[in-house]
């Protein structure tokens, strides 16, 4: 969830009142945000390195906003304000316009199609006569800031380059090149780069050394030229220094390069809708044409959709009994102007602005009509119908031996459900081909790149990270794991196991048979090899040593195994003393 920090003079000047830090906290509250924090750049400065450094600094009262993550229209003061002055009924929902230019042709960006292979899309547009203070110029700044980090994903999936239209030449050229092709004065620098240069400069940038992944292992970079030859950008890693914005400027060129055009759009569309009331004509938005291999595209669309809706269902939904008008009204507050339906009163027409994409569902709309009207206000009832919940019998089941397990002496540990390849493989003597793992597509992290298949490793990493504390670890932990399988709907499913580890200078194989025998005695099972009951017999399996491993059978079914670790095993862990362990299907036994 994004925090957005405002100032308290700003917001309270835009709402044209003087709020308490309580008042503004009921505002926030009432709209659905969180006033997380009332602070100042003095108070986090003294917080963060002491009051020595924080001599001279701004002691102007900030408030930290917690925005959901799907409003992009709120990460912005302009946009707060907006929306707060819509709910209060100051203003009326604005309506944007993306125009023709009043003078000239249109701005053009050409994507020539060498981009395919690195950052395929782009869109653009233009604001027109537009008025930066300090103040607008910061808040332009931050929103873009807040959108790579959010709804661009880092900059991966869309980057965002603006620029001062007044000091280059259209049409504009999107292309990919080789970097050592590339060369160009970067913003706030002194002197020109190649694109080879930059990658060393920013690789030690706390700010931009996160972004050049993205494309440096690329054979190409994207790049945007205007018809004069200047560098606007090397998107997604910096902008060229000779278009930057700078408090004088008055017509702003955007260009957003990206591999997702969905994204792009709503990024777009956010950016030019939020500063658009800083033009001279405020919310109109000058067009601009995209000619890429597919053809001509012209933006912003600013996408306006209307959904026709069931009045008494949003009553029904939310839980109050409300006139028709006055939901239409409730949806107007929350910057979702809607009116009654002249062919029928009982349907609403809720018309959806290019600012709210996250207005998909006749759920979002109910939530709209539940926050305008004020949770608090809505009458608690009982049900009318009479359910009685419970348990689910694996749950149950496995709450009873989470605490019989532990008065047996071992201690619950919690590992994450998501490892790496090589902890349910590699690292346990297995060949991945023969691990029925589900595959993360696109992983974050090299640790998280398979749902867990067994909750051994997961044991055995928790112990390599405690292997100091006092002998023995006692470990285990019952919970799901996920095979793949062609025979559910999902191709997967989840199965819930328990395992235990014994760790010490011997492996006591006799303690973790003797929790075994413990686990069939709660769970009233018998010891016999007639088809009843439960026994274990020899096996073989490459984690386990040899000659020390066995299955356990339950009714002529394998529903896990017991044995002592192979030490290659206990060597990928990093774990040099012996240890014995014991994994089951829980979900065998009910």
């Given at each position: 969830?994004?925090?957005?920090?405002?100032?308290?003079?700003?917001?309270?000047?835009?709402?044209?009142?003087?709020?308490?830090?309580?008042?503004?906290?009921?505002?926030?509250?009432?709209?659905?945000?969180?006033?997380?924090?009332?602070?100042?750049?003095?108070?986090?400065?003294?917080?963060?390195?002491?009051?020595?450094?924080?001599?001279?600094?701004?002691?102007?009262v900030i408030y930290k906003l917690d925005i959901p993550a799907n409003r992009y229209d709120l990460l912005c003061l302009e946009g707060?304000?907006?929306?707060?002055?819509?709910?209060?009924?100051?203003?009326?929902?604005?309506?944007?316009?993306?125009?023709?230019?009043?003078?000239?042709?249109?701005?053009?960006?050409?994507?020539?199609?060498?981009?395919?292979?690195?950052?395929?899309?782009?869109?653009?547009?233009?604001?027109?006569?537009?008025?930066?203070?300090?103040?607008?110029?910061?808040?332009?700044?931050?929103?873009?800031?807040?959108?790579?980090?959010?709804?661009?994903?880092?900059?991966?999936?869309?980057?965002?380059?603006?620029?001062?239209?007044?000091?280059?030449?259209?049409?504009?050229?999107?292309?990919?090149?080789?970097p050592q092709d590339i060369k160009f004065k970067p913003l706030n620098k002194e002197k020109e780069y190649t694109a080879v240069e930059?990658?060393?400069?920013?690789?030690?940038?706390?700010?931009?050394?996160?972004?050049?992944?993205?494309?440096?292992?690329?054979?190409?970079?994207?790049?945007?030229?205007?018809?004069?030859?200047?560098?606007?950008?090397?998107?997604?890693?910096?902008?060229?220094?000779?278009?930057?914005?700078?408090?004088?400027?008055?017509?702003?060129?955007?260009?957003?390069?990206?591999?997702?055009?969905?994204?792009?759009?709503?990024?777009?569309?956010?950016?030019?809708?939020?500063?658009?009331?800083?033009?001279?004509?405020?919310?109109?938005?000058?067009?601009?044409?995209?000619?890429?291999?597919?053809?001509?595209?012209?933006?912003?669309?600013?996408?306006?959709?209307?959904?026709?809706?069931?009045?008494?269902?949003?009553?029904?939904?939310?839980?109050?009994?409300?006139?028709?008008?006055?939901?239409?009204?409730?949806?107007?507050?929350?910057?979702?102007?809607?009116?009654?339906?002249?062919?029928?009163?009982?349907?609403?027409?809720?018309?959806?602005?290019?600012?709210?994409?996250?207005?998909?569902?006749?759920?979002?709309?109910?939530?709209?009509?539940?926050?305008?009207?004020?949770?608090?206000?809505?009458?608690?009832?009982?049900?009318?119908?009479?359910?009685?919940?419970?348990?689910?019998?694996?749950?149950?089941?496995?709450?009873?031996?989470?605490?019989?397990?532990?008065?047996?002496?071992?201690?619950?540990?919690?590992?994450?459900?998501?490892?790496?390849?090589?902890?349910?493989?590699?690292?346990?003597?297995?060949?991945?081909?023969?691990?029925?793992?589900?595959?993360?597509?696109?992983?974050?992290?090299?640790?998280?790149?398979?749902?867990?298949?067994?909750?051994l490793s997961g044991i055995l990493k928790t112990i390599s990270s405690n292997k100091n504390m006092p002998l023995p670890l006692k470990?285990?932990?019952?919970?799901?794991?996920?095979?793949?399988?062609?025979?559910?709907?999902?191709?997967?499913?989840?199965?819930?196991?328990?395992?235990?580890?014994?760790?010490?200078?011997?492996?006591?194989?006799?303690?973790?048979?003797?929790?075994?025998?413990?686990?069939?005695?709660?769970?009233?099972?018998?010891?016999?090899?007639?088809?009843?009951?439960?026994?274990?017999?020899?096996?073989?399996?490459?984690?386990?040593?040899?000659?020390?491993?066995?299955?356990?059978?339950?009714?002529?079914?394998?529903?896990?195994?017991?044995?002592?670790?192979?030490?290659?095993?206990?060597?990928?862990?990093?774990?040099?003393?012996?240890?014995?362990?014991?994994?089951?299907?829980?979900?065998?036994?009910?």
């Amino acid at each position: 969830m994004p925090t957005v920090g405002i100032k308290k003079e700003a917001i309270c000047k835009a709402l044209d009142r003087n709020y308490t830090d309580e008042e503004f906290d009921e505002l926030c509250f009432e709209y659905g945000l969180e006033l997380d924090e009332v602070t100042s750049d003095y108070e986090a400065i003294v917080k963060e390195q002491g009051e020595e450094k924080a001599k001279g600094a701004d002691t102007s009262v900030i408030y930290k906003l917690d925005i959901p993550a799907n409003r992009y229209d709120l990460l912005c003061l302009e946009g707060i304000s907006r929306g707060l002055n819509v709910f209060l009924s100051r203003m009326k929902p604005p309506v944007y316009e993306a125009l023709e230019p009043s003078a000239g042709c249109r701005q053009r960006l050409v994507v020539d199609p060498s981009t395919e292979c690195i950052r395929p899309y782009a869109v653009a547009a233009v604001l027109r006569n537009i008025t930066f203070t300090p103040e607008r110029y910061a808040s332009f700044i931050e929103l873009q800031d807040k959108l790579h980090q959010n709804l661009c994903r880092q900059r991966t999936l869309v980057a965002i380059g603006t620029h001062d239209l007044d000091t280059i030449q259209g049409p504009f050229v999107y292309k990919a090149l080789p970097p050592q092709d590339i060369k160009f004065k970067p913003l706030n620098k002194e002197k020109e780069y190649t694109a080879v240069e930059l990658m060393e400069l920013y690789s030690t940038d706390n700010h931009l050394k996160h972004y050049l992944p993205i494309i440096k292992d690329s054979p190409v970079y994207p790049v945007i030229y205007d018809a004069k030859g200047v560098v606007l950008s090397m998107p997604p890693i910096i902008n060229g220094d000779h278009s930057k914005i700078t408090l004088n400027t008055r017509n702003v060129f955007i260009e957003m390069t990206a591999t997702d055009m969905t994204k792009a759009r709503i990024a777009l569309d956010i950016l030019v809708t939020m500063f658009s009331e800083h033009c001279d004509a405020p919310f109109k938005i000058e067009k601009a044409e995209v000619v890429s291999p597919d053809g001509l595209q012209i933006y912003p669309i600013l996408p306006y959709r209307e959904e026709k809706v069931y009045a008494p269902a949003l009553n029904h939904k939310v839980g109050i009994s409300e006139s028709h008008d006055k939901i239409a009204n409730s949806l107007s507050r929350m910057c979702l102007p809607a009116k009654l339906d002249p062919s029928d009163s009982d349907f609403i027409i809720v018309t959806v602005p290019p600012t709210r994409p996250d207005v998909m569902h006749m759920a979002d709309i109910v939530e709209g009509v539940a926050i305008a009207h004020g949770y608090d206000n809505i009458t608690k009832t009982l049900p009318k119908t009479n359910t009685t919940g419970e348990q689910y019998e694996i749950n149950k089941v496995t709450d009873l031996m989470r605490h019989e397990i532990a008065q047996a002496g071992f201690t619950e540990c919690l590992s994450f459900i998501l490892c790496s390849t090589d902890d349910v493989s590699k690292k346990l003597r297995k060949d991945i081909a023969t691990v029925p793992a589900v595959h993360i597509t696109n992983p974050k992290a090299i640790e998280f790149q398979v749902v867990r298949t067994t909750l051994l490793s997961g044991i055995l990493k928790t112990i390599s990270s405690n292997k100091n504390m006092p002998l023995p670890l006692k470990l285990f932990e019952i919970s799901d794991v996920v095979h793949r399988t062609s025979k559910s709907d999902v191709g997967a499913k989840n199965e819930r196991r328990f395992c235990a580890v014994n760790y010490n200078k011997l492996a006591g194989f006799e303690i973790v048979h003797g929790l075994l025998d413990r686990f069939m005695q709660l769970a009233e099972v018998k010891y016999s090899k007639d088809g009843t009951g439960y026994y274990i017999r020899g096996a073989e399996d490459s984690t386990y040593f040899p000659g020390h491993c066995a299955e356990v059978v339950y009714k002529e079914k394998v529903v896990g195994m017991v044995g002592v670790l192979h030490p290659e095993v206990l060597a990928n862990f990093d774990l040099n003393l012996p240890a014995a362990a014991l994994e089951l299907n829980l979900e065998a036994f009910l």
